[in-house]
């Protein structure tokens, strides 16, 4: 199985350094591609001199790639996974790195479930400074759960299943231009997301628990810039597209899909009231459908966000061998 690392990048040539340490540094020797978005600071002739480098000492791995215009971050992705040659292909944005295992684990992850076309990993996330500020969650049991793709739409809509960002996740490629690649109308705001939602209807999911990946949260990042209403429009469309993916085995459960957008308000509301954005919560608030089902349903996603087990229990197929291997 061929892995191809795609890092994508802009005008960060000190942290493109680290990611790029980090690629090549995996355990398992993998194709790096560096795309870079039009970037002004020097990084072209930085890679163009570390690949000539490599390749003075036979090392053929590492791949530069400038685009002629600017793309956007979507667009970027889309041009790497292009230019990759491997079955698989693992994301790194410019100011994220992975463990020097994490191909690795993967690897072993996919091959026990052939039908896999997405993989997940926990990730720390980090300061600038590279000092860890929290965990992403531990999901199911053990250090492997596998999700049958009849399953993994329900769980995304009930929030039981968390892929994560670009640097904890890896995808089939063949299954990623299938489904069409990443959609630039949602660029840097649930664009990683949307793919997620398209690739998994072609096969299967793994998620390993282990922090494979480091992914680095910054103070006023892009994404915290939008509008608590631009954000909540576009979680909404985001759910109603995860909706529509539900398996014919969940659809006589669902609730009705107002009362999913009603709870989701309700959950924003909240989120602007934490971030003391009090004008924002009343204003989605006043918008809302505050309908008892629509309660009963948002504190069900609370109570049910560790409750990934039940949800798999006659279904999931955890690989044993595997697990002994990783506990």
Known sequence: MKFSIVITTHNRLTLL??????????????????????SS???????????????????????????STNLGHSGTV????????????????????LAPNCIEEMVKAIAGRPDAVICSCRAIQVNENEKEISRSRHVGKGTLVYIPQAEIHYAMLLELLPFGTPVQVAFSRSAFLKSGGWDTQFDTNYDDIDSWIKIAQFGDAVLINKCLAYRTIWQGSFNSKFAFDKRLEINLIIKEKIYSCISP???????????IKSSIKIHWGFAALKKRKFIS????????DLSIAAARLFLKRIIARNCLDELLKESQ???????????
Not at 83 to 89: C, F, I, K, M, R
Not at 249 to 259: A, C, I, N, Q, V
Not at 317 to 327: D, F, G, K, Q, Y
Request: glycine share 8%.
């Open 317 to 327: 197929a955890t690989p044993i061998l595997l697990v002994r291997e990783h506990n």
């Open 78 to 97: 889309n041009q790497g996974v292009a230019l990759a040659t491997g079955e698989w292909v693992k994301l790194v944005d410019d100011d994220d790195y």
């Open 41 to 67: 600071d020097g990084t072209d002739r930085y890679v163009q001199g570390r690949r000539k480098e490599l390749l003075d000492m036979g090392d053929t791995r590492l791949i530069y790639h400038r685009n």
């Open 249 to 259: 085995k969940y659809r006589h459960t669902l609730p009705g899909l107002s009362e």
């Open 17 to 38: 350094k680290r990611a790029i340490d980090s690629a090549l540094a995996q355990t398992i020797p993998c194709e790096v591609i560096v795309v870079d978005d039009g």
């Open 281 to 288: 919560a009343v204003r989605i608030w006043l918008k809302t």
